[in-house]
């Protein structure tokens, strides 16, 4: 049984670029959550994807926008980046439901100059 | 809608206990704590269910008073590895399927 896993574990980007983070979820789960931390604060909800559809979305902007494919991995996309864009992502990935325990990967370091 | 946890930072010695409160102005369905260390991802500790079902750690206990939307997470004859940021996580009754994490419990545990 593979862990969750993100892709790529560090980027570095320019104000005003585009980014595509990725998230393979764990062997059997069918749900994927996406979450922006910045330092010293707790994760941030995004959204979620289950079986291919966004599933409930935080307090973000469009310009956070999201895919999940046929087995489940997901990507997160973010455009026009800013300044503040600039945190750890995490997916995390679940069972059916929520209060399933969700298993989190090592998360993106993204950050904006 | 975010979780309120208390304290914000705790410094205990080896073998000490602890105790991290998490705190909503909302109906709750479920409480999720997780464990993260520096530069780690965060780490599954227990969940807790409307209705008394729990499922976690062995190690480490919790309660959750539904009527007061409130859960403390119990952490026993601490040990050094149980250095980290201390998250709960909240469901609320309309089952919207969002977790929303508080700001989270800096815990550093001395020998």
């Known amino acids: 049984e593979t862990g969750v896993t993100q892709s790529p574990t560090h980027l570095i980007k320019t104000r005003g670029q585009q980014v595509t983070l990725r998230c393979s979820s764990q062997?059997?789960?069918?749900?994927v959550s996406w979450y922006q931390q910045a330092l010293g604060q707790g994760p941030q909800f995004i959204f979620q994807y289950y079986r291919e559809e966004e599933n409930g979305r935080g307090n973000f902007p469009p310009r956070f926008s999201g895919l999940q494919f046929p087995n489940y991995s997901s990507e997160l996309n973010v455009n026009a980046l800013e300044l503040d864009d600039s945190a750890l992502y995490l997916c995390?990935?679940?069972?059916?439901?929520?209060?399933?325990?969700?298993?989190f990967g090592p998360g993106t370091r993204l950050t904006v100059l | 809608q975010q979780p309120v946890q208390s304290p914000q930072a705790v410094i205990l010695r080896e073998g000490e206990d602890a105790v991290i409160n998490c705190s909503s102005s909302?109906?709750?369905?479920?409480v999720h704590w997780y464990r993260q260390k520096h530069g780690e991802a965060p780490v599954f500790l227990m969940i807790?269910?409307?209705?008394?079902e729990q499922k976690g750690h062995e190690k480490i206990s919790a309660s959750f008073n539904e009527k007061k939307q409130q859960s403390s997470l119990y952490l026993t004859a601490s040990q050094l590895s149980y250095s980290g940021t201390y998250f709960c996580?909240?469901?609320?009754?309309?089952?919207?399927?969002?977790?929303?994490f508080g700001k989270g419990t800096r815990l550093h545990i001395l020998p």
């Open positions: 996580g909240t469901e609320t009754v309309d089952r919207d399927d969002k977790i929303i």
């Open positions: 909302k109906a709750l369905y479920s």
């Open positions: 062997s059997g789960h069918n749900t």
């Open positions: 807790l269910l409307k209705g008394g």
């Open positions: 995390a990935s679940s069972g059916t439901a929520s209060h399933n325990e969700q298993f």
